[in-house]
T-cell receptor, first 111, second 111 residues
Framework: DVKVTQSSRYLVKRTGEKVFLECVQDMDHENMFWYRQDPGLGLRLIYFSYDVKMKEKGDIPEGYSVSREKKERFSLILESASTNQTSMYLC??????????FGDGTRLSIL | ELKVEQNPLFLSMQEGKNYTIYCNYSTTSDRLYWYRQDPGKSLESLFVLLSNGAVKQEGRLMASLDTKARLSTLHITAAVHDLSATYFCAVVTSTGNQFYFGTGTSLTVIP
C-alpha cells in the first residue's frame, strides 16, 4: 500500500529557530509537494519537486526552502521560524496524472 | 494563477437528504480530483475526472465534470452520518503538475 510518512505529527518551536520537516514516500513517485493548511484558506502550495534536486515555487514560498537530494525524501525548511508559520503542513506525492497521496500532516506551532 | 472556488463552504444536512457541492475553476484543465478529509486526518483521494462529461460514482457519492463550464459537482445521495467530513476539489493545469485546491466544503450530516 502507498505510504507517505511525515517525521512528526506535532512540533513546537520558537521564533527564529530553523525548522526541518521531513517527508518520505515509498512509491518511487516523481512528484512531491508541500502544502500548508489553514482554516478557511484550504491547501496552499509552498513548493513542489518533479525530480531529484529539482524544485519549483508554489503560491506561498516566502520564508521556506526545500531540499530533495533523494527521490523518496522531500524536506521543508523554515529558515527562521515566525509565528505566522504556525499551521498544519501536509506532504504529498504522486506519479504523472495520478491522484496525490498525502501524509498524516505535521501540526507546527511557533511560539 | 488558476483559482478554484467551492460552494458551499459549510453544509449541514439531515440524514437521507440529497445535496450537491460545486467546484468552479478559472482556466482550462483536463484533470479534476475530489478528496475527503476527516477531522484530524489527512486527505484521501475519492475520484479522478479526466475528460468532459466524465462521471464517477462510489456508494452515495457521484462526481461529474463539465470542462466547458469549468465546473465539477459532487452529488450526495441519501446522506448518512459517515459522510461527515471536509471535501476538497483540486485541479491540475494542462501545462503542469501543480495542483490547485478549493477551500473545501465542511459537511455535517445530522441524524
Amino acid at each position: 500500500d502507498v505510504k507517505v510518512t511525515q517525521s512528526s505529527r506535532y512540533l513546537v518551536k520558537r521564533t527564529g529557530e530553523k525548522v526541518f520537516l521531513e517527508c518520505v514516500q515509498d512509491m518511487d513517485h516523481e512528484n512531491m509537494f508541500w502544502y500548508r493548511q489553514d482554516p478557511g484558506l484550504g491547501l496552499r502550495l509552498i513548493y513542489f519537486s518533479y525530480d531529484v534536486k529539482m524544485k519549483e515555487k508554489g503560491d506561498i514560498p516566502e520564508g521556506y526552502s526545500v531540499s530533495r537530494e533523494k527521490k523518496e525524501r522531500f524536506s521543508l525548511i523554515l529558515e527562521s521560524a515566525s509565528t505566522n508559520q504556525t499551521s498544519m503542513y501536509l506532504c504529498a506525492s504522486c506519479w504523472g496524472g495520478q491522484p496525490q497521496h498525502f501524509g498524516d500532516g505535521t501540526r507546527l506551532s511557533i511560539l | 494563477e488558476l483559482k478554484v472556488e467551492q460552494n458551499p463552504l459549510f453544509l449541514s444536512m439531515q440524514e437521507g437528504k440529497n445535496y450537491t457541492i460545486y467546484c468552479n475553476y478559472s482556466t482550462t484543465s483536463d484533470r479534476l480530483y475530489w478528496y475527503r478529509q476527516d477531522p484530524g486526518k489527512s486527505l484521501e483521494s475519492l475520484f479522478v475526472l479526466l475528460s468532459n462529461g466524465a462521471v464517477k460514482q462510489e456508494g452515495r457519492l457521484m462526481a461529474s465534470l463539465d470542462t466547458k463550464a469549468r465546473l465539477s459537482t459532487l452529488h450526495i445521495t441519501a446522506a448518512v452520518h459517515d459522510l461527515s467530513a471536509t471535501y476538497f476539489c483540486a485541479v491540475v493545469t494542462s501545462t503542469g503538475n501543480q495542483f490547485y485546491f478549493g477551500t473545501g466544503t465542511s459537511l455535517t450530516v445530522i441524524p
